[in-house]
């Protein structure tokens, strides 16, 4: 096991801590090519969601010319060959440096070899990759299993003693944020009576989550007594399809999501919403942090995680005004 420390201090809003492990070493190009200026390319996944946006934002507030960054900033649309590619042009253009918020978890080996055999060293934000560790200098992220963990103990506690029918909107399929949280909540509850009736993909997306959500009112009817959604747009999505189909979303469907952006709050403060997981979509200011350092060549840890907390209906009322995003 690789030694653990809490880094705090970290000027990003409310009492964010970051838990970095492992020690990797800078590596990467000579950097800023001369007027101190560093050039990043960041392969965004795509804006599927309210967090996504968010995350978009915090990216390109910390890589700010007045940060002394050039940011070319790519959002591949959620498609893998596009962000493959987009990382590719990244190679081609000789950026100092390449972050990647990768929206599936394999396929990257060939691509990060070539950054690396160029020079070019690669820093992960938000999701991560199958490839070899030492093909990418440091990932800025979250703890996306605990997440699923956190979210699945609550609705052990709460409906597990119960027999309980519940139906499942995963998140982008083969994306270490959807994988990790399945595997976090389904072994939260293990050994309940909890029924899992169905659970498809809603691609994170408010549209998709609609849509399959309308599938399963369709085939199970008011047998449904519990959702959890992979994020709130997903969420969301489906309490359109609730209403329309004449039930209570948060009183005949209880719904479990993650993420925490403000409409999800909002849901869940109006009593829509049963439970909330939150994940911190405000990684800009530590990532530019991390690939300053990775380009000036000083050493950075492998990972640094970023604690989430959670919320039921009192609690997000309490909160709801002071959320940043
Ligand atoms: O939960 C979802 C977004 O990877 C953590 O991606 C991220 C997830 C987030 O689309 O809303």
New binding site residues.
């Given amino acids: 096991m690789k030694a653990k420390k809490i880094i705090t201090g970290i000027a990003l809003v409310g009492a964010i801590a970051f838990t970095a492990t492992g020690c990797a070493g800078g590596g990467g190009s000579a950097g800023g090519g001369g007027d101190g200026v560093i050039t990043v390319g960041f392969a965004q996944t795509g804006s599927?969601?309210g967090?996504?946006s968010a995350n978009t934002e915090s990216m390109k507030e910390a890589f700010s010319e007045a940060n002394g960054f050039n940011l070319i900033f790519n959002a591949a649309d959620n498609k893998p060959e596009a962000q493959i590619a987009a990382v590719r042009s990244f190679i081609n253009q000789g950026v100092d440096a390449i972050v990647l918020a990768p929206i599936v978890t394999d396929g990257w080996d060939d691509v990060l070899k070539e950054a690396k055999d160029a020079n070019i060293p690669v820093i992960l934000e938000?999701?991560t990759v199958s490839a070899s560790e030492d093909l990418y200098a440091s990932w800025i992220g979250?703890d996306f299993e605990k997440e699923g963990e956190t979210a699945g103990k609550w609705v052990a506690d709460n409906f597990g003693s119960t027999p309980t029918n519940m139906v499942v909107l995963e998140?982008t399929t083969g994306?270490s944020?959807a994988t990790d949280r399945a595997t976090g909540f389904d072994s939260a509850i293990k050994g309940t009576d909890i029924t899992v009736l169905d659970s498809q993909t809603g691609n994170?997306t408010r549209a998709d989550g609609k849509t399959v959500m309308e599938g399963f009112l369709q085939k199970y009817g008011s047998q449904i007594n519990l959702l959890f959604a992979h994020?709130d747009?997903m969420g969301l999505g489906a309490l359109e399809a609730i209403k329309a189909a004449g039930m209570k979303p948060g009183t005949d469907i209880k719904i479990v999501t993650?993420?925490a952006v403000k409409d999800g709050m909002t849901a869940l403060s109006n009593g829509e919403f049963n439970y909330i997981v939150e994940?911190n979509p405000l990684l800009g200011e530590k990532t530019a942090e991390v690939v300053k350092k990775v380009v000036a060549g000083e050493s950075v840890d492998k990972s640094y995680i970023v604690e989430d907390q959670a919320f039921d209906q009192e609690q997000a009322k309490k909160v709801l005004d002071s959320r940043p995003y």
């Fill in positions: 599927e969601s967090w996504r938000d999701r979250l998140g994306s944020a994170f994020n747009d993650i993420d994940c």
